[in-house]
């Protein structure tokens, strides 16, 4: 039993270690700016856990292109993707918080459903930030502000996001 968790796990950090080398390759070829961006916040997100620097560097080089060219998607994942950093390395959730603000506040200038969900994931690092400081009715509070938000997009991705807030909202009860 244990060799096959084994080989699970490597095998689960070749796929990884895969999209980085992908996405660092991607960053090598002559790419157009927003897509420079969004690669740079995806290698950040998929670095997140285990190469701190190298995830630091690729948000903040995003978040530097994406204000030179007042890139507003771009602006609010690199913003999203620096406070999860921050929630997960560091537990600096005060700095968090701002962060989030700031992904938010860049959201919320894109008029499609890509801002929409930018906005319900601003919301669900507000909840996890809640959870984990044991203000839990502003976590549910969070949730539900999600939910809401998940619910005006309407499409599978955002009810598969609006299932997952009720998950977040059952482990809170859990915890009462």
């Not at 995003?62 to 913003?79: E, R, T």
């Not at 993707?81 to 860049?106: G, H, I, M, P």
Request: aromatic letters at 12%; charged letters at 20%.
């Amino acid at each position: 039993m244990m060799l096959l968790f084994v080989s699970i796990n490597t095998t689960s950090l070749k796929a990884e270690i895969s999209i980085i080398d992908s996405l660092k390759h991607l960053l090598k070829t002559n790419i157009h700016d927003t897509t420079r961006v969004l690669t740079l916040s995806t290698l950040g997100r998929e670095t997140e856990y285990y190469d701190t620097s190298l995830c630091r560097q690729s948000l903040e080089s995003a978040l530097n292109i994406a204000h030179k060219i007042k890139f507003n998607y771009g602006l609010g994942f690199a913003y999203y993707q620096l406070a999860n950093l921050k929630v997960s390395c560091n537990a600096d959730y005060e700095y968090a918080f701002l962060l989030y603000d700031s992904a938010k506040f860049y959201f919320e200038k894109v008029k499609d459903n890509s801002g929409l969900m930018g906005v319900a994931l601003v919301y669900g690092g507000y909840s996890q930030i809640n959870y984990m400081e044991g203000m839990l009715e502003e976590s549910v509070a969070n949730n539900i502000s999600a939910i809401e938000v998940y619910n005006r997009v309407g499409d599978d991705a955002a009810k598969l996001e609006i299932a997952q807030q009720y998950v977040a909202i059952g482990q809170v009860y859990h915890r009462l």
